[in-house]
């Protein structure tokens, strides 16, 4: 095994872990304030995707990114106040059936709107520069996803520990009542939660799309899934654990497919979460959750 | 003791209804070449029931949510497919790996073939279930769901090729004799699990789902009771997962994804959470409208549909929205209308009874009366 | 209480149209009048999608070259019976089993040889001959006297390209297999028996999921060892993924691919990277200039026909063997003089026919796979396939 091989494989696994970290926050932010697996994150995060390749046909890229993770944030909204809000009272299997039809519409939905085939996802020239060093060939999009998601991430802890906002945040998520009962709109609270997971789930995308080039109804749903073990792994409910999470998972997937067993790279993450559940249910940044009667 | 009184009233609809299903099903086997799609209709909605209702034992009787069905039916079929596939077919189908010795020469007839599966599946689920039902709603879900998708990769792999055929799966699997043996069967499956269901061990599942602190005051065993359920339900769900094959004639792991499972979940949830009938039911609509509702998936325009526009302008115009796909996008919102405003499904959490249905036709006519007379 | 109405409400309907299903299909006769029916089993939806509406457009042709068929000395119009089967096995069998009780005289398909080889059986038992167009999975007519196929086999696709490689001067070769379709596991591993026969070696295995979108860590490996030329006989859903993905990690080798990247899309998808890509094909455009000129001219016809052939008139091998497919089932029904599906079977196995098709002529082993020693080998050129050759292979 040589050096610049060693490396490439690294960056191979650190901008896939950097894009899984990004949707893994959404998943942690959701699941610490509602309780709730938000099977949909991994189609909206897919959705976005088609947004860019459409909304690039009409508008130069410095505004489609905008356009497209304010897009992401209207549809992931809407589905919070359709599909999540009127279960708040109802079991947590309601709720969690709930988000599983949402994940099936969006589906299908794609299935029907853009057709199964894939599609090519919009080159943007900015994010695809290549790089080369010796015999290592990087785009930048590769070297950015890993760095962007640490600044995204320090930024957001700095919000949630140090703004006001932050504090109600973290009140929802520890009791929901007694926050309502100090004055906190816990609606907006959550509203406000979708809007940063979409954000950076549309963030997200743009990378990893750009890195894999082609959309299709169902490259969410596998993602997805990942990215909540991701988020279990590190402590659900807790940010930076989500990163760790997000990037022990990429990793991992790259250096089990590398070594020839790509066959389990997926059952691998489920492996990893049964056996973090088991040895650390928390996850290894989370707090010790005391089981609520 | 006193001897039971059998009641007309009430046991004749049933031996009707026993009859006309009889008579129906006698019809259709009479001439199964012309009526072999309404056949391969019945048959899969009668195998995607017992699925339904396995996984409706866990879901809505147990209050466990699990969502490894389409794992456990992945294990039911490849083994009852590799043990009723003609010995000498074997050599055939497995031409890439060669196959096990042990495995060469095993022929089952098709009930020990499924209740081996059964059995297996359920020692599998006994294992698994061990460590994944220790953990709540959430994680449960998500645990069981990587635990089809690790069967799945587990079954593809060509390290396993020697007996599962890697990725080439197992074919030339023999097909039912008649549509009766299909219908017997999984009428047979559903009728253990209702009467499991109607049991004291059904009553301890229901408990547990209701208010598991309450169920363990009154001393069940809360673990065993979920183990119960959950080896019973996957076991059921290994059988479905045969039968699929033997209707299939081929076991393929691409064919249990986890958009399987959410298929089934579909079914539940349409028919009524925590309802056995519902769940026949839902599976019926399913499969059924799937079929009908093909039209949605093609292009008409105006003028075919309406013949009478044909020679106008619109009549070039397609039809908007009838696309492929389409049905599908029907079908989820559907789910999602259920979901939210009706989240008993067609049938609650009660049976579907004749009592309640001639009760309603009634209250339905007095309903009539009472209008006629305003 | 409207619950309950609209409960009873749909188990009457669906026991209704039960009834009504199989009441409409009890009408089994196979000739209706003047009209016989032919069934075209392919996926219009699903993964296959897209290669399964190119065949509909050459079985459609066929059928308004050839709309008739004399037997007896009667005329019968042929009828297509579409079925779409979804890429999906439990589809596939629900809609073989409307084509049997449709009363089809014989069945035409398919694309993807899972959904035939699920339903293969259920023709077979109805006495369906059933002639498959690109199926070219071994198990599709092993051990079935039903089915025949007018293309050729994954086993000889594998040789071929094995051959063309080692014949270019590539001794070392990496390749990626999809670990779950039976078509690239397949092709593989009779490329790999092929290749290290002829005294070339496999220096990197790679695999991947089906639904898999990341390749760069097997890319990464590829270049690690060295090869000089990857056979990638994937689907056509990983193909720009693998070519765009490479140029990204400056992986520059031959492409070597099965006939499943022999389409426009890809160097739509993957522009200059598809540069420089070989594939095999049933058939290349030129081979059979009445076959291309009266197709391109049907297509053009037609906007929506040009929009199902994916904006182009340009003629691939499954339009070949397609078209073919359907000739061939018309000649049998001809040469047997009769629609019972056994004199059909007959007349099927034992055919020589070369008139008429678009890659011919016909005949069939014992197994019912088209005895053919030819592929065509194209590749990409600036934006554009070229033939490049014709590879045989000694039977």
Same mark, same amino acid.
């Given at each position: ?11 191979? $696994? ?53 356009? *497209? ?32 039809? *949402? ?125 909540? *073990? ?15 999470? $997000?990037?022990?998972? $990429? ?41 609520? *009667? | ?156 792999? /060509? ?137 949605? /998936? ?77 | ?69 004399? !037997? ?35 069945? !035409? ?287």
């Amino acid at each position: 095994m040589t050096l610049s091989y060693f490396i490439q494989q690294l960056l191979n $696994g650190l901008s896939l872990g950097g894009a899984y970290a990004l949707i893994a926050i959404g998943y942690t932010m959701v699941y610490g304030i509602l309780r709730m697996i938000n099977f949909a994150h991994g189609d909206v995060f897919m959705m976005s995707g088609y947004f860019m390749i459409y909304a690039i046909t009409v508008m130069p890229w410095n505004i489609a990114i905008p356009a *497209v993770i304010i897009g992401t944030i209207l549809l992931g909204t809407l589905i919070e106040r359709v599909a999540y809000k009127p279960l708040r009272s109802a079991p947590r299997m309601s709720v969690m059936i709930s988000a599983i039809g *949402v994940s099936y519409l969006l589906e299908n939905l794609a299935n029907y709107l853009f057709t199964a085939m894939p599609q090519s996802y919009p080159e943007i020239s900015i994010l695809k520069h290549v790089y080369t060093f010796g015999s290592i060939t990087v785009s930048r999009v590769t070297l950015l996803a890993p760095i962007l998601t640490i600044i995204l991430t320090l930024v957001l802890v700095l919000l949630v520990n140090k703004t006001k906002l932050g504090m109600a945040m973290r009140a929802c998520s520890k009791d929901q009542d007694t926050a309502r009962i100090m004055g906190i709109k816990v609606d907006n609270i959550i509203t406000i939660t979708f809007v940063i997971g979409c954000t950076l789930a549309a963030i997200g995308s743009i990378l990893y799309f750009t890195d894999r080039n082609t959309v299709q109804p169902y490259s969410g749903s596998l993602p997805g899934l990942k990215c909540f *073990v991701a988020a279990v792994i590190g402590g659900i409910g807790n940010i930076p654990g989500a990163v760790l999470g $997000g990037f022990i998972v $990429g990793i991992c997937q790259i250096v089990i497919t590398a070594t020839g067993y790509s066959v389990f790279s997926d059952a691998f993450t489920f492996v990893l979460l049964i056996i973090i559940l088991f040895v650390k249910p928390s996850g290894f940044l989370g707090e010790k959750a005391i089981e609520k *009667v | 003791m006193t001897k039971k009184k059998i009641d007309i009233k009430k046991t004749l609809p049933k031996v009707l209804m026993i009859v006309l299903v009889a008579l129906y099903l006698s019809y259709l086997q009479a001439d199964p070449m012309s009526h072999s799609y309404a056949i391969t209709i019945i048959e899969r909605s009668c195998i995607y029931s017992v699925a339904a209702v396995s996984l409706n034992l866990i879901i809505g009787f147990t209050g466990q949510f699990s969502l490894g069905t389409a794992g456990f039916m992945c294990i039911g079929a490849y083994i009852t497919g590799i043990v009723t596939i003609d010995p000498a077919m074997k050599s055939q189908i497995f031409y890439l790996y060669g196959i096990q010795p042990w495995l060469e020469n095993i022929k089952l007839p098709l009930l020990a073939a499924l209740l081996v599966s059964g059995l297996i599946c359920a020692a599998i689920a006994f294992l698994i279930g061990w460590p994944v039902l220790r953990l709540k709603s959430d994680y449960l879900a998500i645990a069981t769901l990587g635990f089809s998708e690790i069967i799945r990769a587990l079954f593809g792999w /060509d390290g396993l090729g020697t007996v599962t055929n890697a990725s080439y799966g197992v074919s030339n699997i023999p097909s039912f004799s008649s549509l009766y043996e299909c219908v017997i069967i999984c009428v047979l499956c559903i009728i253990i699990m209702a009467l499991l269901i109607n049991s004291s061990y059904g009553r301890a599942f229901k408990a547990v789902r209701d208010d598991d602190v309450a169920a363990e005051a009154m001393g069940i065993n809360l673990f065993k009771t979920k183990q119960l359920s959950f080896v019973i339900s996957s076991a059921f769900a290994g059988i479905a997962g045969g039968l699929l094959a033997v209707f299939m004639r081929s076991a393929v792991t691409s064919t249990f994804t986890v958009a399987l499972t959410y298929n089934i979940l579909l079914m539940v949830i349409l028919g009524g959470i925590g309802s056995i009938s519902g769940s026949i039911l839902g599976a019926f609509l399913v499969t059924g409208s799937q079929e009908w509702l093909r039209f949605l /998936d093609r292009e008409y325009t105006f003028g075919s549909l309406f013949p009478m526009l044909s020679n106008t302008s619109i009549g070039g115009f397609n039809v908007p929205f009838l696309r492929n796909g389409f049905r599908m996008v029907i079908f989820s919102i559907l789910l999602m209308v259920v979901v939210l405003f009706w989240n008993h499904g067609i049938t609650g959490s009660k049976e579907i009874t004749f009592d309640r249905i001639a009760g309603f036709t009634k209250k339905l006519i007095k309903h009539k009366e009472g209008n006629a007379h305003e | 209480m409207k619950k309950r109405l609209l409960a009873i409400l749909m188990t009457t309907a669906l026991a209704a149209s039960l009834i009504g299903c199989s009441a409409n299909s009890s009408s089994s006769a196979s000739t209706d009048g003047d009209t016989i029916k032919i069934g075209v089993f392919e996926p219009k939806t699903g993964e296959n999608g897209g290669g399964g509406a190119q065949e509909e457009l050459a079985i459609e042709y066929a059928n308004s070259v050839r709309p008739t068929v004399t !037997v007896d000395g009667k005329e019968y119009k042929v009828e297509l019976d579409w079925q779409d089967n979804q890429s999906d096995k439990t589809v596939a069998v629900t809609a073989a089993q409307k084509l049997i009780s449709d009363g089809a005289v014989g069945v !035409v398909g398919g694309y993807g040889s899972g959904v035939c080889i699920a339903a293969g059986s259920y023709f077979a038992d109805s006495n369906i001959p059933t002639i498959g167009t690109s199926c070219t999975n071994a198990n599709v007519t092993l051990g079935n006297d039903y089915y025949f196929r007018t293309c050729y086999l994954d086993p000889f696709q594998g040789e071929i390209m094995a051959n063309w490689a080692y014949d270019n001067g590539y001794t070392e070769v990496a390749t990626i297999d999809n670990v779950g379709n039976e078509y690239t596991s397949g092709l593989v591993k009779t490329f790999t028996d092929s290749f290290t026969a002829l005294g070339g070696k496999i220096i990197d295995a790679e695999t991947f999921q089906t639904n898999e979108s990341d390749f760069k860590a097997i890319l990464t490996n590829i270049k690690n060892s060295g090869a000089k030329a990857v056979f990638a006989p994937t689907d056509y859903l990983y193909a720009p993924l693998l070519l765009n993905q490479a140029a990204d990690l400056g992986l520059s080798v031959q492409w070597i691919a099965g006939d499943t990247w022999y389409s426009n899309v890809l160097i739509q998808d993957a522009g200059d990277n598809a540069n420089g890509v070989v594939a095999d094909t049933f058939y290349a455009e030129g081979g059979n200039s009445e076959f291309d000129t009266g197709f391109k001219e049907w297509l053009q016809a037609d906007s929506s026909r040009m929009t199902t052939n994916l904006d182009s008139d340009a003629i691939v091998g499954n339009h070949a063997v397609a078209y073919d497919a359907y000739m061939v089932l018309m000649d049998a029904i001809e040469s047997a003089n009769s629609l019972d599906g056994a004199a059909i079977r007959e007349a099927l196995s034992s055919m020589n026919a070369s008139d008429g098709f678009a890659c011919g002529p016909y005949s069939f082993d014992q197994n019912g796979d088209a005895v053919k020693d030819t592929s065509y080998i194209c590749g990409i050129d600036n934006g554009e396939w070229k033939f490049q050759s014709e590879e045989k292979v000694s039977k």
